[in-house]
T-cell receptor
């Protein structure tokens, strides 16, 4: 399968714990995006990378959120000191560049108890 | 007011009907995407448009840049078309894609 893969598919954690998600984009794609989606809503942009550089970060992303793409391939999204409001589906997508078709992963469903 | 508005929010149709979903946006854009999301979360990109019209099978997408409006049409709808359809725009000089809330389509046999 050469699509975008995300791991884990589901994560249940207790409030205050740290969690890390991983996204493996399509190999030749330069751009990698992270989005968050809550039930009944469209996705919200969190951040994106052009190769290894994090070029934009949403105001939604508090200091508890950090994302990396160290070698311009896979990316990680870490949430520190999770809160119940962090419960959502975290989606990763990749593309060849701006204005190019997006390819989405299946998402990581986070539940903070 | 959301920068990307979709209508209707929910749509129920009988198999075979012609379906139209609308998207209006308020920012200048470089591209507009139509996405399909099935239960369970998977999102598939249907179209990426910057002008005119695109067709793929029974799906047609149009965009009017001057009016800041796009439509997604489904001809001869089928129950397997049941999904949430999401409009998303790439603002000019900006890379934080803006999404509509989605249109939930149910096609009954």
């Amino acid at each position: 399968d050469t699509g975008v893969s995300q791991d884990p598919r589901h994560k249940i954690t207790k409030r205050g714990q740290n969690v890390t998600f991983r996204c493996d984009p399509i190999s030749e794609h330069n751009r990698l995006y992270w989005y968050r989606q809550t039930l009944g809503q469209g996705p919200e942009f969190l951040t994106y990378f052009q190769n290894e550089a994090q070029l934009e970060k949403s105001r939604l992303l508090s200091d508890r959120f950090s994302a990396e793409r160290p070698k311009g391939s896979f990316s990680t999204l870490e949430i520190q000191r999770t809160e119940q409001g962090d419960s959502a589906m975290y989606l990763c997508a990749s593309s060849r560049g701006q204005g190019e078709k997006l390819f989405f992963g299946s998402g990581t469903q986070l539940s903070v108890l | 007011k959301n920068e990307v508005e979709q209508s209707p929010q929910n749509l129920t149709a009988q198999e075979g009907e012609f379906i139209t979903i609308n998207c209006s946006y308020s920012v200048g854009i470089s591209a507009l995407h139509w996405l399909q999301q099935h239960p369970g979360g998977g999102i598939v990109s249907l179209f990426m448009l910057s002008s005119g019209k695109k067709k793929h099978g029974r799906l047609i997408a149009t965009i009017n840049i001057q009016e800041k409006h796009s439509s997604l049409h489904i001809t001869a709808s089928h129950p397997r078309d049941s999904a949430v359809y999401i409009c998303a725009v790439e603002p000019l000089n900006n890379n934080d894609m803006r999404f509509g809330a989605g249109t939930r389509l149910t096609v009954k046999p």
